[in-house]
């Protein structure tokens, strides 16, 4: 089905008008503006998250511990943040709102330039290679997880495409440099954070290689042997690039609360079934400006749509030109669907019991990124064989089906807007059902306002009809005519691409926002400002107030807090917490920990927000600034807790746990009422026999921090007899000490602390994190890259030998 179309300068224009107007402002941002709507994952987690790292490795320290929030975790081993990603680094250079700017349009020009390459690498015709490139990088779910800032997803997905143009080249060329391509791509992929679209990939290829690398016809010849040996080679070099990350994250995830999720929590934001009307209607449930979203889930998680035009094109490859390409990617475009669709699928729930790992993802709905590729390869198979003359009648009697009532809908819809009808009886009938008992409900209407918001509703749904039946008539008009001239293609071609343009721009413009970062800071810096002239260790905690502050507040202005936003809160603190306070596993992803002076003496939290009218709660507390801030219409008091316990103390009484159920039991007296300051509960043998000491050798004693850093801490100890150093740090593997410079154990101390055993004497301690996966993953990446390295220098000298001897002939003889 290639066509022998010269490629038109004209063709470019309504996707480079497309970028321009929508990535433009985001490319050319003022200085402090970042692209993503407020009250996102992005100012929480992402954005301070990523500011912090990098701030790390300027300072030249690999951020290997994150100190700033949930009582420290780690850091590089938190995979969404993307620290190894290559096309990060750019923040060691920018400023993070430049940076996550230039990143955002850079990524929209790798989807697009991804799917043209494969494209055309498949012989589409330039046309249709440039419909789908727009089709894919410019649709609803890249556009609004970008709205909302995930990064990694948004990442990610743009891999997709130049991945498999890349094992097309593969099964082309069948060499070893082109494996060596795969395998750095494929690492850049991973290392971009998202690993459920990964695990779909190691899935996908060998999937594609079976149906487009494989000669069935003879399965044991040396050619599919060489295929398997090539790309098997390719998936190792690349697993030995991302080991690091691999390695790190594997760990973090086998030592952290969130392992298997219960199926309420795998099935959290699924794809609504209902929300596959958004594929041809995008604004069907609203569009969270002009109508909130009131659907299942979130808007950035169920909607589907990627052009009318683009669904209407793929319908035809679907019909039409049922060959093994359209087969291929409408089996798998329908198989991820079924998966995303979660609860609302059997298939879901069939590989929620069969299939390993499903159980460890939440936030299905993200595949539906994967289904848009899709749809966006057969819409431009089906533009080409429309261009052919293929099915002229076939094609008559379908845009007939689809134009006239498409007509018939834009008309309809125009005269209810212009008559401003009232929402009938059957829209509050979709509504009500939509939003019957079980769904998930983001958005919760307040019985006075219900019928507004109705109406409300009722005007969106009637402009996005509008629209859609508009465009879809006219790419009923442009592909119902019969066999095209050369020059007919070419405007007809040209028409579709900037009908498409025109669907996409009037969704995506009003979900591409910059937003001022300095709000974000302001919190962070009011308390900095009122703490600077203590330079002491602390951590600072406020509990979720109504209006609640945001998570990760504190991260902006490097203060330390006892909870925060993170994926993963390593196990024994989660455990730790529940025990304590009673807050569930499930919910500590946003962690906030309750106003308690027990569990704030013990976590090292010296200062604590609260409103001004809840005052204090320990006979210690003192005010330190009554309006420290304000928040949301809210002031908000700063206090100091006089009770708390240093960062590292020095405890000479313990009761030993054989093993963590017995540490909990243990603790049971500390928690009602014993001296968190002068006793604690060790896991091990500390190597040493505790003593007590008397109060006034107790007085004698001092423990001083000399030395703090993210992964280093240093202390000076003058003990009057054995003891325990116990540091108010998440205990986690990785974490070694030396005592005189001498190895000594790392102790879980109190479930989640650490304890350092001593002897009575001065002592200088060294506590370092050096997680051993980090170690053997750089040596296995170093290792593939020696590998990749060689061979491409292998390739250049026979490159260069070549030219030479090319230029030693005459010129008749080249």
């Not at 794809?271 to 979203?293: H, I, K, R, S, W």
């Amino acid at each position: 089905m290639t066509l022998a179309v010269r490629p038109s300068w004209s063709l470019f224009l309504p996707g480079a008008a497309l970028f321009a107007a929508i990535y433009g402002p985001v490319l050319f941002a003022p200085p402090g503006y970042a692209p993503a709507t407020r009250d996102s994952d992005f100012y929480m987690y992402y954005f301070p998250m990523t500011e912090a790292a990098f701030e790390m490795l300027r300072g030249g320290h690999m951020p290997l511990w994150n100190p700033y929030i949930d009582s420290g975790l780690p850091f590089l081993a938190s995979i969404e943040l993307g620290i190894l990603y290559p096309p990060n680094w750019l923040h060691l250079v920018l400023p993070a709102e430049r940076a996550f700017c230039v990143l955002y349009v850079l990524h929209v020009l790798l989807a697009a330039g991804g799917t043209w390459f494969y494209a055309r690498g498949r012989g589409r015709s330039p046309g249709a290679a440039l419909f789908s490139a727009q089709a894919f990088a410019f649709a609803a779910p890249t556009i609004l997880h970008h709205d909302m800032g995930m990064t990694s997803v948004v990442y990610s997905s743009a891999w997709f495409p130049l991945i498999f143009a890349i094992v097309d080249r593969c099964l082309r060329l069948r060499t070893a440099g082109s494996a060596c391509v795969l395998a750095v791509v494929l690492a850049c992929q991973f290392l971009a954070g998202f690993p459920m679209f990964s695990l779909l990939l190691a899935a996908l290829i060998p999937a594609y290689l079976a149906v487009f690398g494989i000669d069935w016809r003879r399965p044991m010849c040396r050619a599919n042997g060489g295929t398997i040996l090539l790309f098997g080679t390719a998936a190792i070099l690349a697993l030995g690039l991302v080991a690091p990350q691999l390695l790190a994250t594997w760990e973090y995830a086998e030592n952290s609360q969130r392992g298997d999720l219960g199926y309420e929590q795998s099935t959290h934001c699924c794809f609504p079934a209902p929300n596959l009307m958004t594929l041809v209607v995008p604004e069907f449930f609203g569009n969270d400006q002009g109508c909130q979203y009131w659907g299942e889930a979130y808007l950035f998680d169920a909607n589907a749509f990627c052009g009318t035009t683009t669904v209407f094109l793929a319908l035809l490859a679907v019909m039409f030109w049922r060959n093994r390409e359209v087969l291929f990617w409408s089996a798998v475009g329908a198989v991820i669907l079924a998966f995303a669709l979660g609860k609302y699928s059997w298939f879901y729930d069939l590989c929620y019991v069969l299939v390993p790992g499903v159980n460890r993802f939440r936030g299905v709905s993200r595949l539906v990124i994967f289904v848009v590729f899709g749809l966006a390869v057969l819409a431009g198979i089906g533009l080409d064989g429309l261009l052919a003359g293929n099915h002229l009648k076939g094609r008559r009697r379908l845009s007939w089906a689809v134009g006239v009532p498409a007509a018939g809908i834009a008309v309809w819809a125009g005269c209810l807007l212009a008559a401003g009808s009232n929402a009938p009886s059957a829209w509050q009938s979709v509504f009500e059902w939509v939003r019957g008992p079980g769904a998930e409900l983001p958005l919760q209407i307040p019985a006075h306002l219900a019928s507004r918001f109705l109406q409300i509703s009722f005007v969106t749904l009637l402009k996005s009809l509008s629209v859609s039946g508009a465009a879809l008539l006219g790419a009923s008009l442009l592909i119902g005519g019969g066999v095209f001239t050369l020059r007919d293609q070419r405007w007809r071609v040209l028409g579709l691409v900037t009908l498409l343009a025109a669907e996409l721009y009037w969704f995506d413009a009003r979900h591409v926002v910059l937003m001022e970062t300095e709000p974000w800071r302001l919190i962070a810096r009011r308390i900095q400002s009122v703490l600077a002239d203590d330079q002491g260790l602390y951590r600072v905690a406020a509990y979720g107030h109504t209006p609640p502050l945001p998570l990760n507040r504190f991260l902006y202005g490097r203060l330390q807090d006892v909870g925060g936003h993170e994926n993963f809160v390593p196990y024994r603190y989660s455990l730790f917490l529940d025990f304590w306070l009673g807050i569930e596993p499930q919910w500590q992803t946003y962690l906030t920990v309750p106003n308690s002076n027990r569990i704030y003496d013990l976590l090292n939290v010296k200062y604590f927000v609260t409103f001004p009218e809840n005052g204090t709660w320990g006979v210690r507390d003192e005010l330190v600034r009554e309006w420290a801030f304000q928040h949301q219409g809210r002031n908000h008091s700063l206090y100091r807790n006089g009770t708390a316990l240093p960062r590292v103390s020095l405890i000479h009484a313990a009761h030993r746990a054989m093993d963590l159920k017995s540490a909990f039991h243990l603790l049971e007296p500390l928690r009602e009422g014993g001296t968190v300051d002068i006793e604690t509960v060790i896991e091990g043998d500390p190597g040493i026999s505790l003593e007590p000491v008397s109060d006034a050798a107790r007085r004698d004693e001092h423990v001083t921090v000399v030395e703090y850093s993210a992964q280093r801490i240093v202390v000076d100890a003058h003990c009057r007899g054995p003891g325990l150093l116990l540091y108010s740090e998440n205990y986690f593997p990785g974490w070694e000490a030396r005592v005189d410079g001498q190895e000594a154990p790392v102790l879980p101390a109190n479930v989640f602390m650490r304890a350092v055993p001593v002897t009575a004497g001065d002592h200088r301690v060294e506590m370092s994190y050096r997680p051993a996966p980090y170690r053997i993953g750089c040596w296995l990446a170093a290792a593939a890259l020696v590998i990749i390295l060689l061979q491409f220098t292998r390739l250049c000298r026979r490159s260069y030998r070549i030219r030479v001897i090319r230029r030693s002939l005459p010129s008749e003889q080249q």
